[in-house]
């Protein structure tokens, strides 16, 4: 006989404010449930604390809610499609704003990328967009080519795909050996020769010559595809060098080999454009997106694929499944409803353009915080920024940590962090006077943390 649900959960003394249960993601449990930093609203620029008080968004949640939050045409067409339609598969069957959705985002892509594969989440985008590569190989009969590239210090997500090509130790030491066949290009910073930089760093370019020597070790045939960041976010805001993305294509298409841009921060308007591709004027063969794609409102992730990419696998038997890959969730009715509802708002407030104007203000603002204590390093590029502190003598990551805690409790700003780098990406509908005041309660937080 099994316990009811209330019974068994008073059985196991659950009560509304147990934190306990709930395993917290990239996060250290055991010092948030000791002092948690709650969340139970948002409205536009700002978030609202279990507290009441108003908490300047400085990072769009997780690099995600472009548009801003809780926007009204955005929360209506969700609360509209959740009455009409909440859910229909997409396994041989489809919804119509599946399709519109779809159509969308192509029109927003570069050159003839122009069909969509949905996923839930950018790991799932990166996932999808890596067997994409090895898949299309395989049906040309070029099935020896096998290996992935990525990127020291590159982010893609948690999934197996992700970790092996992505770069960030901590997030691949713990998990075994990983995909087979993976190889790193190397990172592109070097704070002696970019420190304090705005925008695409002048150095570093010839670093995509590496994909030379990575080619003539494992040589172009075993090759599938390479897959970078345009701008690393989460390893702590990284722009590519001048000229660094273009020789990358070159080199690619010198050896056949597919160009993957991981999008996922840097597509919907964070760097000025729909999506980097088009800020860089270089097409790769794929585009993973997710966050921006419906301001952060429900997950969702996918992938941008070229013309011909797509037309190889359109043969066979017309009653034969041409990929086997795909989610329940993909294309959901709620992400796709929300997904149109953001782009409209998008293109209606004309934010990616606004993320353009704003860039100069953005990075005055940020780059006016050098001199700081501690400050070792600042980064701008759109409306991104990103703060090096010097870490604490055998606490590496600890003055990175307090300054989100104290930026949260004490100067009502929610920033992110990795190591010791503060990583800021606001909501793009940002006013100058928002810039300004994101400026000053950091550096508030600079100094409440030397
Ligand atoms: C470039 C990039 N790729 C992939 C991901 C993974 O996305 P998700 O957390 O939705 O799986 C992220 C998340 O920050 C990202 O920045």
């Known amino acids: 006989m099994s316990l009811a649900h ?5 059985h196991k003394g659950a009560a509304p404010n147990d934190l306990e249960a709930f395993w917290l993601p990239f996060t250290a449990n055991r010092a948030f449930k000791k002092n948690p930093r709650m969340i139970t609203g948002a409205k536009d620029m700002h978030y609202i604390a279990a507290d009441g008080r108003k908490v300047m968004d400085g990072a769009a949640g997780l690099w995600c809610c472009n ?24 396994f041989q069957f489809g919804h119509p704003k599946a399709f519109a959705l779809a159509a969308r985002i192509a029109a927003l892509a570069p050159g003839d990328l122009d069909h969509v594969f949905f996923a839930n989440s950018g790991s799932e985008a990166v996932d999808t967009a890596l067997k994409i590569a090895l898949a299309y190989w395989n049906i040309q009969g070029k099935g020896s080519r096998t290996r992935l590239i990525g990127r020291e210090r590159g982010y893609h997500g948690v999934g197996f795909g992700g970790i092996s090509v992505g770069g960030i130790v901590n997030n691949r030491k713990f998990f075994g050996s990983l995909l087979a066949g993976a190889d790193h290009l190397p990172h592109t910073y070097s704070r002696e020769q970019q420190a304090f930089s705005r925008g695409e760093p002048e150095w570093g370019a010839h670093l995509a010559d590496d994909l030379e020597r990575i080619v003539a070790l494992h040589d172009a045939s075993t090759i599938a595809a390479v897959i970078v960041e345009p701008m690393a976010g989460s390893t702590g805001v990284l722009a590519p060098p001048k000229g660094y993305l273009r020789r990358l294509r070159e080199i690619c298409d010198k050896h056949g080999i597919l160009l993957v841009f991981d999008e996922v921060i840097t597509g919907f308007g964070r760097l000025g454009f729909a999506f980097a591709a088009e800020r860089y004027g270089v097409v790769p063969d794929m585009i993973t997106f997710a966050k921006g794609v419906n301001s952060g409102t429900v997950p969702m992730g996918g992938v941008v694929v070229r013309k011909g990419i797509y037309e190889a696998f359109m043969k066979g038997p017309e009653h034969v499944i041409e990929l086997f890959h795909g989610y329940t969730y993909s294309a959901h009715p709620l992400a796709c409803a ?23 203000a953005w990075a005055d603002a940020i780059h ?48 992110r962090i990795t190591g010791d780098t503060i990583a800021l990406s606001p909501p793009l509908i940002l006013r100058e006077d928002d810039i300004g005041e994101i400026a000053d309660k950091l550096a508030k937080v600079i100094k409440a943390v030397a």
């Open 368 to 415: 006016s915080l050098k001199g700081l204590p501690n400050v070792l390093d600042i980064r701008t590029i759109g409306i991104v920024g990103a703060v090096d502190l010097a870490p604490k003598p055998d606490a590496v990551g600890k003055r990175a940590y307090e300054a989100m805690d104290v930026a949260f409790r004490e100067h009502d700003l929610m920033i």
């Open 67 to 90: 548009a801003g939050h809780n926007r009204d045409p955005i929360v209506a067409a969700i609360r509209a499609q959740a009455g009409e339609l909440d859910y229909a598969p997409a």
């Open 6 to 10: 209330d019974q068994l959960a008073a």
């Open 338 to 360: 929300a997904g149109l509802a953001a782009l409209d708002v998008y293109r209606d407030e004309g934010l990616f353009e606004r993320a353009r104007q704003l860039e100069g």
